[in-house]
């Protein structure tokens, strides 16, 4: 026997995504006080994500990056769960104020927090086991 003759059935390497395989990937930056509540109702929806420690933004705060492997039908329901999940808030920065011959801080208020989502065509998906 050989070791062809052993060996089960290899699938090819770039097959398509079958029509119940992930079809689109969602990235949405989030503000990490949303993370814990997001990933929560995503887990409870069923929907298959991972997530990512990034920074940026106008603040410069720290914030989650989710990679969200969606199914044909499941843009919207992950799109509704972070409607819900991820809320802006204001937050005050430091500002120096203009003119002032004195270091006086003037409180700014800014809104930051929602999300920030984009949404891409996959072309291959592929679980390896």
Avoid: W
């Avoid at 699938?11 to 503000?31: C, F, K, N, Y």
């Avoid at 106008?58 to 990679?67: E, I, P, S």
């Amino acid at each position: 026997m050989t070791h062809q003759e052993n060996s089960a059935p290899q699938p090819e390497p770039h097959q398509p995504a079958d029509s119940q395989g992930v079809r689109l990937i969602m990235t949405a930056v989030i503000q990490l006080q949303d993370l814990d509540k997001a990933s929560h109702a995503l887990e409870e929806a069923g929907l298959a994500f991972t997530h990512l420690s990034s920074t940026g933004g106008f603040l410069g705060r720290r914030n989650a990056t989710l990679l969200i492997g969606l199914r044909p039908g499941q843009e919207e329901q992950a799109v509704t769960i972070l409607r819900k999940t991820c809320r802006r808030r204001v937050e005050y920065i430091s500002m120096p104020l203009e003119g002032s011959p004195y270091q006086m801080p003037l409180s700014t208020p800014v809104n930051v927090g929602g999300a920030t989502i984009f949404v891409l065509p996959v072309e291959r998906y592929e679980e390896i086991q």
